[in-house]
């Protein structure tokens, strides 16, 4: 499944098929489809990620994330807006800061590429079986 943060991407955890010469494995790793105004990323790179038609694509749930720390869904969505607002107004003005998600990684923009890091944590919580082929993909 994967999570549409409005106005920045689409989060979501896609099976990867790895051939080695000694066997074939099936890794889960988590990706970042950005989805921001172009206006935005003038002069900027991002890799171009495609997340596969049968992953569902969920809009991001408010009201759970009002349930983690006691406001109102409409405060959260009005803060997230804000939020992604502001991330894409720096970007406009050249301006590269790193924006968080906690215990998931960093979008960051290093000699004016945009992309999102996962931290090993995301990845190894994702992929139990085979994490370390996960984490070299990744």
């Known amino acids: ?13 896609v099976p990867e098929e ?19 105004d172009v206006s935005c990323l003038q002069e900027l790179v991002f890799p171009t990620v495609m997340i596969p038609g049968d992953i569902v694509i969920m809009p991001l749930d408010y009201w759970w994330l009002s349930q983690t720390n006691s406001l109102p869904p409409d405060l959260v969505r009005g803060c997230v807006e804000e939020t992604i ?5 720096q970007l406009r003005d050249r301006q ?10 960093i979008l960051s923009c ?5 992309c999102m890091q996962f931290h090993c944590s995301c990845i190894a919580g994702l992929e139990s079986q085979d994490t370390w082929v996960a984490l070299l993909l990744t």
Request: charged share 15%.
């Open 18 to 36: 790895i051939n080695s010469t000694e066997e074939v494995y099936v890794v889960r790793r988590p990706v970042f489809q950005l989805d921001m």
């Open 85 to 89: 607002l502001l991330y894409s107004f």
């Open 1 to 13: 499944q994967g999570v549409l943060v409005p106005g920045l991407g689409t989060f979501a955890v």
């Open 96 to 105: 590269h800061p790193a924006f968080a998600f906690e215990n998931i990684g």
């Open 110 to 114: 290093q000699d004016n590429v945009l």
